[in-house]
């Protein structure tokens, strides 16, 4: 394990799991040691509802959203929301921000995706101006205004999102990121941050880390059809040819563009596989979360792709107790 303090965090909700069994769950998660406790939203349940039932249940945890998008709630609502929560967490809420793609905001939301890089820029400023107890142009102003100030964290993948996490950030969150891209995106955020005129170690980098436990074989198939499906997004396609990867994911791209799933799934090079995903018994996941923080990452948030049956005994094993055993 790296020498600096890492932080463990947990991803919810969980796959196939309702809200109300997760109860049980989060407060597991509290009384296992973890550090923090993000949020997810997609198409799914919302991102703030289950961090609000966790300031209950687990009062301990800090509590971030990773992510909610800077198109779909207007900076007065993200602004509200956030204030709310962080009065429920005593203070330990992280908002999460994030671009999403355009099919989730255009095709799914009828919200028009333009200049997602500003549109981020412009949210920071606009929430830490009403935070601070500003308005906005049209006058709005907050009537509850937070203790502390909020920590923002920004979803990157695109160099520039990255630049910008590095500049005006708290938190820079990378998902499905391979482990040897972590030392060049590191860098990138550290001297984006010193331009900026930012301290060394202002910026924390936290990894979303899938975590399939199982046989080896059965782990890999099925992290190749979960990770085939990011072959059709253009900025994943974009982030891991801009790390090395293009050449060798081009075949599963095709295979994609064409409508054969199938066929992209099982050309996803199984190298590129093992250094995203962590899979089988609980000592070789720990061993490969422990490359991820050797590597640079500040806080490893863990998200397991496993049954009901399976998930109490994975929060368990992984736990931040069991990593010092």
């Not at 709310?84 to 921000?97: I, T």
Request: charged share 20%; glycine share 10%.
């Amino acid at each position: 394990m790296a020498e600096r303090s890492i932080r463990w965090g947990m991803t919810v909700p969980f796959p196939g799991i309702t809200l109300d069994e997760h109860h049980d769950l989060i407060s597991l998660i509290g009384n296992l040691g973890y550090d923090d406790i993000w949020s997810s939203e997609a198409n799914g349940a919302d991102a703030f509802t289950i961090l609000g039932a966790a300031s209950v249940l687990a009062p301990r945890v800090r509590l971030a959203t990773g992510i909610v998008n800077t198109f779909t709630r207007p900076v007065g609502v993200l602004a509200q929301t956030s204030v709310a929560m962080a009065e429920l967490s005593k203070g330990n809420f992280c908002l999460g921000l994030g671009s999403s793609t355009k099919v989730m905001v255009e095709s799914w939301h009828g919200i028009s995706w333009e200049k997602p890089l500003a549109k981020m820029r412009k949210t920071i400023l606009e929430l830490r101006e009403l935070w601070s107890g500003g308005r906005l142009d049209g006058g709005f102003k907050l009537e509850r205004l937070p203790k502390a100030p909020i920590p923002i964290a920004i979803g990157c993948l695109g160099s520039k999102m990255i630049a910008l996490a590095g500049e005006v950030a708290d938190i820079a969150l990378i998902t499905s990121t391979p482990v040897s891209a972590i030392g060049k995106i590191r860098e990138a955020i550290q001297d984006a941050q010193s331009q900026a005129g930012r301290s060394a170690g202002s910026v924390e980098l936290a990894a979303r880390i899938w975590c399939i436990p199982g046989p080896e074989k059965e782990a890999l198939e099925q992290a190749r059809g979960w990770l085939s499906q990011l072959l059709g997004a253009p900025p994943y396609i974009e982030f891991y040819a801009s790390h090395g990867w293009g050449d060798l994911l081009k075949p599963a791209q095709d295979a994609w563009a064409a409508r054969d799933k199938a066929l992209a799934a099982e050309l996803i090079p199984e190298s590129f596989l093992r250094e995203i995903v962590v899979f089988g018994e609980p000592e070789e996941m720990k061993t490969q979360l422990r490359a991820f923080a050797v590597a640079g990452v500040d806080t490893l948030i863990l998200a397991p792709l496993c049954g009901a049956e399976e998930l109490r005994e994975l929060l368990i094993a992984l736990s931040p107790s069991e990593h010092q055993n």
